[in-house]
C-alpha cells in the first residue's frame, strides 16, 4: 500500500510541474498561429529594416521552447555556418540561390558555445534550391547560402540535439 501511495504522490506531483511548466511558457513564448497575412507583413518588415549590405535579416514567425520558426531574408550571400547542436530545417518561401553543405569551414571562428562560422565552405555539395524547397541541415553539418537570385526567403526551424527534451 505505500508503494502505491508513493507512485500515486510522485504522479501527482509530475503533473503538477507539467502544468505549472505548460502555464509559464503559455504566458511567455507560446505563439501557435502565424497567418500568411502575419508573414507577408514579416517580410516587408525585413525588407525595410535591412541595412546596406547586411546578408540576412532574422524575423520570428512563431515559438514555442525550444523550438522556434523563423523568417530569413537574405537578399545576398552569407557566411558559412555550423550548428555542433542542433539540427536547422529551412523551406524556401520565395526567391532562389545556391545552398552549400557539407565539407569543411574556411577562416572558421567561433561565434557561440555551440556555433561556428567562416568565410566560406570547402568541398561542399552546391544545390540550387528555390520556391517551395525543404531542406534539413543535420547538426554538426557546415552549410551556406553561398549565391542568391533576386532575394532569398526562408523559414527556418532549429530543432535542438533531443528534441523537446534537450538541454
Given at each position: 500500500?505505500?508503494?502505491i501511495?508513493?507512485v500515486?504522490i510522485?504522479?501527482?506531483?509530475?503533473s503538477?510541474f507539467?502544468?505549472?511548466l505548460?502555464?509559464q511558457?503559455?504566458?511567455?513564448?507560446?505563439?501557435?498561429?502565424?497567418?500568411?497575412?502575419?508573414?507577408?507583413?514579416?517580410?516587408?518588415?525585413?525588407?525595410?529594416?535591412?541595412?546596406?549590405?547586411?546578408?540576412?535579416?532574422?524575423?520570428?514567425?512563431?515559438?514555442?521552447?525550444?523550438?522556434s520558426?523563423n523568417?530569413?531574408?537574405?537578399?545576398?550571400?552569407?557566411?558559412a555556418s555550423?550548428?555542433?547542436?542542433?539540427?536547422e530545417m529551412?523551406?524556401?518561401?520565395?526567391?532562389?540561390?545556391?545552398l552549400?553543405?557539407?565539407?569543411k569551414l574556411?577562416?572558421e571562428?567561433?561565434?557561440n558555445a555551440?556555433?561556428?562560422?567562416?568565410t566560406?565552405?570547402?568541398?561542399?555539395e552546391?544545390?540550387k534550391?528555390?520556391?517551395g524547397?525543404?531542406?534539413?541541415?543535420p547538426?554538426?553539418?557546415?552549410?551556406?547560402?553561398?549565391a542568391?537570385?533576386?532575394a532569398?526567403?526562408?523559414?527556418t526551424?532549429?530543432v535542438?540535439?533531443?528534441?523537446?527534451?534537450a538541454?
Amino acid at each position: 500500500m505505500l508503494g502505491i501511495m508513493r507512485v500515486f504522490i510522485a504522479g501527482f506531483t509530475f503533473s503538477l510541474f507539467t502544468v505549472a511548466l505548460f502555464a509559464q511558457q503559455s504566458s511567455t513564448s507560446l505563439q501557435t498561429f502565424a497567418s500568411s497575412a502575419d508573414v507577408t507583413a514579416l517580410i516587408a518588415k525585413a525588407k525595410a529594416e535591412r541595412k546596406e549590405g547586411q546578408a540576412n535579416v532574422i524575423e520570428k514567425i512563431l515559438q514555442f521552447a525550444p523550438y522556434s520558426a523563423n523568417l530569413e531574408y537574405r537578399p545576398i550571400a552569407g557566411s558559412a555556418s555550423v550548428h555542433e547542436k542542433e539540427a536547422e530545417m529551412m523551406y524556401v518561401i520565395d526567391g532562389s540561390g545556391t545552398l552549400v553543405t557539407g565539407g569543411k569551414l574556411v577562416g572558421e571562428t567561433r561565434t557561440n558555445a555551440t556555433n561556428l562560422s567562416g568565410t566560406a565552405i570547402q568541398g561542399g555539395e552546391a544545390r540550387k534550391v528555390s520556391k517551395g524547397d525543404f531542406i534539413v541541415v543535420p547538426e554538426g553539418t557546415p552549410h551556406q547560402i553561398a549565391a542568391v537570385d533576386g532575394a532569398l526567403v526562408l523559414m527556418t526551424i532549429k530543432v535542438p540535439r533531443g528534441g523537446a527534451g534537450a538541454p
